[in-house]
């Protein structure tokens, strides 16, 4: 197995503690690494939520999925992040953050973005048409202790994340590695304690330990202890097609398209969560505007 966007699921501490380890540059990249997406700070911001839930996409079964909201003070300021049992996650900011300018975005800090009234969001859909729902606070202002936060007051779970992302001198995600841990029944006071200590040296690692081989070693490396669970593959995924984007060409309307057939020009669609690009040609729109749209100009059938 190749381990490029790898999850590595353990239990530590005599089984007291549920640790989770990422590695999901790749990932990242794939989804923060886009031209509709300039500014560096959105980057890190959607970088940290998509590594969040990437890592709990390892404790979802089934056919559980999850989605996780990020609200900033600022109107409509929001990014998200969903995850799916099958380690497939995807990740995207709300249309106010794309509009605006990077230059004002970058001259802020990440708690600056979020400020006083930012909330988390979290919907986990466990199946038979049902969901929870629960939301909280960010009285940390930086995501990571903000979600572990999160779990401490809506699941009553003591949690801690720790999620280290490095970039290059181009703005690209370089290194990207993040462990969650959560207590389990029963499990001693101090714990949590000792565990956050070890996952302090998250940044320590070398950009090698979190490549090949090498950073199925890190468990070992962090924790005494450990028992190896299982590991599992993260992979950005959308699931958007030119099927579910074609509607979206009614918003051209028929003129519009009539006179993209008329010049022989495609017309191209890019969906907004994954920046993925859907071409349709000449003969599809034509298609389009013969079965579902009335010729411009025309009216309703005569009674």
């Not at 109107?75 to 099958?86: E, I, K, M, Q, T």
């Not at 029944?185 to 090698?208: C, F, H, N, T, W």
């Not at 992979?235 to 099927?243: D, L, P, V």
């Not at 100009?297 to 009674?303: F, H, I, K, L, T």
Request: some cysteine.
């Amino acid at each position: 197995m190749t381990t490029a966007n790898l999850l590595i699921r353990t239990l530590a501490h005599n089984g007291q503690a549920r640790i989770l380890f990422v590695q999901n540059a790749d990932l990242l990249n794939t989804v923060c690494d886009r031209p509709a997406i300039r500014s560096r700070l959105l980057r890190h911001a959607l970088g940290l939520t998509v590594s969040a839930a990437s890592l709990l996409s390892g404790t979802l079964k089934d056919r559980q999925r999850l989605s996780l909201k990020v609200k900033a003070s600022r109107p409509g300021c929001a990014w998200f992040a969903d995850v799916d049992a099958s380690g497939n996650v995807r990740g995207y900011p709300g249309e106010a953050l794309l509009d605006m300018p990077p230059e004002e975005l970058d001259s802020l800090s990440l708690p600056q973005l979020i400020g006083d009234r930012g909330f988390i969001q979290l919907v986990k859909d466990v199946g038979m048409y049902r969901s929870v729902t629960g939301i909280t606070d960010m009285p940390h202002r930086n995501i990571v202790d903000d979600l572990a936060h999160y779990f401490g007051q809506s699941e009553q779970t003591p949690t801690h994340f720790a999620i280290h992302i490095d970039f290059d001198g181009s703005g690209r995600i370089r290194t990207a590695v993040g462990v969650m841990a959560q207590l389990l029944p029963g499990a001693p006071d101090g714990l949590m304690d000792r565990i956050r200590e070890a996952a302090r040296r998250l940044p320590d690692l070398a950009p090698s330990d979190a490549d090949g081989d090498a950073f199925r070693q890190v468990p070992f490396r962090l924790f005494r202890d450990i028992e190896w669970l299982d590991e599992r593959r993260v992979q950005a995924y959308c699931g958007c097609s030119k099927a579910m984007l074609r509607p979206m060409l009614y918003a051209l309307g028929p003129g519009e398209l009539t006179a993209a057939c008329e010049r022989n020009r495609h017309v191209e669609i890019v969906c907004r969560i994954c920046g993925q690009s859907h071409v349709f040609t000449p003969d599809e729109i034509k298609e389009l505007l013969a079965r579902d749209m009335p010729a411009p100009g025309s009216g309703p059938p005569a009674p």
